[in-house]
């Protein structure tokens, strides 16, 4: 088994958390650039993850506040999807990655950060992007500045 270690992320783990739901509020903003939000759908948007595991991990989510897939309409399901394709693509575009893990976790038990409100991960993986660095010295070598990642990908979804 491969397990993927991410002890940069303890900042968001351990930090103060935001009050109410940031997936609700990031898209009620109109500084995108500075919220990370890449892309804004009929249904759904587009958002830069802040604490990636990898360059260019970023989350599709529904604008309403719902918990689970049951709730998501036709259309905001058909978006929602339509929306990791062409993340995808983009990504693939922007970064060559090798692959991606793309994910939803429903649920905190699950393992999300966000339990009440449904976003899909996508994550580009490359070959050996994992390395000793997490392990020995509690340090994620990212290659990219967010910023940056956000110039790529802008405009590409």
């Not at 500075?34 to 604490?51: A, H, P």
């Not at 929602?80 to 693509?89: G, M, N, Y």
């Not at 409100?117 to 580009?124: L, N």
């Amino acid at each position: 088994m491969e397990h993927i270690w991410a002890p940069w992320r303890v900042e968001f783990i351990l930090g103060e958390k935001p009050k109410g739901c940031i997936l609700c509020q990031r898209p009620q903003e109109k500084d995108d650039k500075s919220n990370l939000v890449l892309y804004r759908g009929k249904q759904n948007f587009v958002i830069l993850n802040r604490f990636p595991y990898n360059p260019g991990h970023l989350m599709i989510s529904p604008y309403r506040h719902i918990p689970g897939l049951e709730e998501l309409t036709d259309a905001e399901m058909l978006e929602h999807f339509d929306l990791v394709r062409r993340s995808t693509k983009a990504l693939r575009q922007a970064f060559s990655p090798a692959a991606f893990n793309i994910g939803i976790n429903i649920g905190r038990a699950a393992g999300a950060g966000i339990g009440d409100h449904i976003h899909t991960h996508v994550v580009p993986r490359w070959d050996g992007d994992t390395n000793f660095m997490p392990v020995l010295a509690d340090t994620r070598v990212l290659p990219e500045a967010l910023a940056a990642t956000y110039e790529k990908l802008q405009g590409l979804i």
